[in-house]
């Protein structure tokens, strides 16, 4: 059974910085697409970021190119986001994505979800 648990959610102020983890169990991480959505209040889940399975290419949503990185550790079965400059905007929860076979922005898409975890950014 797969699972993708999202972690490094919390409170941060405007400006600040955090970095999210998806820990993926299974043994098929490393020939997955993994990629970053999120979702705020009375909003619909958008895409965040992705990442192909070896890292040669990362994608990103406009809003986050420069300040969102996604990185992933394949021998660690785990994908990253590093957030930077955050803005109260920002503020979401956030999921982890996995096994894509469409386009990488649209959620049906993805195969496997994790849990969210929220991210608040005061100002």
């Known amino acids: 059974q797969v699972q993708l648990v999202e972690s490094g959610g919390g409170l941060v102020q405007a400006g600040g910085s955090l970095r999210l983890s998806c820990a993926t169990s299974g043994r098929s991480f490393s020939s997955w697409t993994m990629g970053w959505f999120r979702q705020a209040p009375g909003k619909e889940r958008e895409f965040v970021a992705a990442?192909?399975?070896?890292?040669?290419?990362?994608y990103y949503a406009d809003s986050m190119k420069g300040r969102f990185t996604i990185t992933r550790d394949n021998a660690k079965n785990t994908v990253y986001l590093q957030m930077n400059s955050l803005k109260p905007e920002d503020t979401a929860v956030y999921y982890c994505?996995?096994?894509?076979?469409?386009?990488?922005?649209?959620?049906?898409?993805?195969?496997?979800w994790g849990q969210g975890t929220q991210v608040t950014v005061s100002s």
């Open positions: 994505a996995g096994d894509l076979t469409g386009s990488y922005y649209v959620m049906t898409s993805w195969h496997y």
């Open positions: 990442i192909t399975r070896r890292s040669v290419y990362t």
